[in-house]
């Protein structure tokens, strides 16, 4: 039996997604860019779509559309609690992006700094977790950063000697969107436990992969993207209940002061939020068991097993292509799906537009991961190309992957036929 089958029946459940019909060069479209944000199933779609077709209103009034909104936001955050294993809806909240919603996080949280106080961050995350808090640098507080070895993981010795009682913060990824290294957030969690200080998890790069459960880890705060897992551009933030109260979030007088409405700025987008919730039960049905949450975690289990395969194929296929250096960890030792390389001689935008004409879609540069790609000497050399698999990438596309990769190295694939 194939994989696709004997996992998810990836064949039947790819044809819920409109996107992969679509054809480019003579190829239908493998979509290895999912790192970057993935395709939306049909159900999603409809999902926004009635929103806008039946009860487009704002919110709070005394008529049905507006009533309808309000419940479909607040059943929205529900799903989402149950999805990151929060206690409820009222520990969720909802922002245009996650960058938006952790610069409001650190305004807030530096606003009860004093001068000298420490935030701790890495050289492995994403700038959306590091600009925001050194930004506080102009406000007086100390932040400190630990170091990421060469083989793509953080020096956990490091943390431990930087991380002290004047710690108020640790902020630090789940995984990285650049690399694919998975943290280990438990033992930072019982590092911070040690000196009092609270933790902020960026999960938008492995909330699409694994099954997270907030109580079970400790979290103080944990922000992710819906786009990365099946659904519309929105930002979440999980807040440990009572934390949210205590900041002195900047807010509009008119807006709810108490969480999880006291971050969210302005009118939200109502229609995206309806297919976060969309996207929430699109991952359910993969699962099985008797409560939601049941459905949720083994339907990501699921899909982080069925991708973990997918994945360890393209790094194993890779490994073996001259002229191809794999950055990061091996499989088997903290990884999600996600596999950024280089190429002897190459530029990485050059090796995506070759990939492009073979109907693959890749990314190249840094992604915002800016500071592990500097960190590791590749910025100046134009940073990495990176490939992701989603639940509904297949063997075949991966074929394809390292075919154009070998006829890449190979010479037969090459820029001058592009022009």
């Known amino acids: 039996m194939r994989i696709e089958q004997k996992y998810l029946d990836i064949p039947a459940r790819r044809n819920e997604f409109p996107a992969l019909s679509r054809e480019h060069m003579g190829f239908p479209l493998a979509y290895f860019d999912g790192p970057g944000g993935t395709q939306v199933p049909q159900s999603v779609i409809d999902a926004i779509v009635s929103y806008y077709c039946t009860c487009n209103s704002n919110t709070h009034g005394f008529f049905i559309t507006t009533n309808e909104s309000d419940r479909i936001i607040e059943e929205t955050r529900e799903a989402v609690a149950v999805f990151l294993g929060a206690t409820g809806g009222k520990n969720i909240s909802f922002g245009h992006n996650m960058t938006t919603l952790n610069y409001s996080l650190s305004r807030a949280i530096g606003k009860t700094l004093l001068p000298g106080d420490e935030i701790l961050i890495t050289q492995l995350d994403h700038e959306a977790n590091r600009g925001?808090?050194?930004?506080l640098r102009d406000e007086g507080v100390v932040v400190r950063e630990v170091r990421l070895l060469p083989d793509g993981i953080l020096d956990y010795e490091d943390f431990d000697e930087k991380i002290g009682e004047n710690t108020r913060l640790v902020a630090m990824g789940f995984s990285s969107n650049a690399i694919g290294t998975v943290n280990d957030v438990k033992k930072v969690r019982a590092m911070t436990h040690r000196v009092g200080a609270l933790l902020l998890v960026d999960a938008v790069h492995y909330a699409p992969h694994f099954p997270i459960d907030v109580n079970e880890l400790g979290l103080d705060f944990l922000l992710c993207s819906a786009y990365k897992f099946y659904g519309p551009h929105i930002g979440l933030l999980y807040s440990r209940e009572g934390l949210l109260d205590r900041l002195p979030v900047f807010t509009l007088r008119t807006q709810e002061q108490h969480a999880p409405y006291s971050i969210e700025t302005g009118t939200l987008n109502h229609a995206a939020i309806a297919g976060v919730k969309a996207a929430v039960e699109f991952i359910a049905t993969f699962g099985s068991g008797g409560s939601y949450r049941e459905k949720i975690?083994?339907?990501?289990n699921r899909i982080g097993e069925y991708e973990h395969i997918l994945g360890k194929e393209i790094y194993d296929g890779l490994k073996k292509i001259p002229g191809v250096e794999i950055v990061g960890t091996p499989f088997g030792s903290g990884r999600v799906p996600t596999v950024s390389f280089t190429m002897?001689?190459?530029d990485p935008i050059d090796v995506c537009k070759l990939l492009d004409t073979r109907g693959i879609c890749a990314w190249d540069g840094h992604f915002y991961g800016i500071r592990p790609i500097e960190v590791l000497g590749l910025l100046e050399k134009g940073g990495v190309t990176r490939v992701?698999?989603?639940?509904?990438?297949?063997?075949?596309?991966v074929q394809r992957l390292l075919d154009a990769v070998s006829d890449i190295s190979s010479g037969i694939l090459k820029l001058e036929k592009l022009q």
């Open 132 to 135: 925001p808090w050194l930004a």
């Open 297 to 300: 975690f083994s339907g990501m």
């Open 388 to 397: 992701g698999v989603s639940l509904y990438n297949t063997t075949e596309e």
């Open 344 to 346: 002897e001689g190459m």
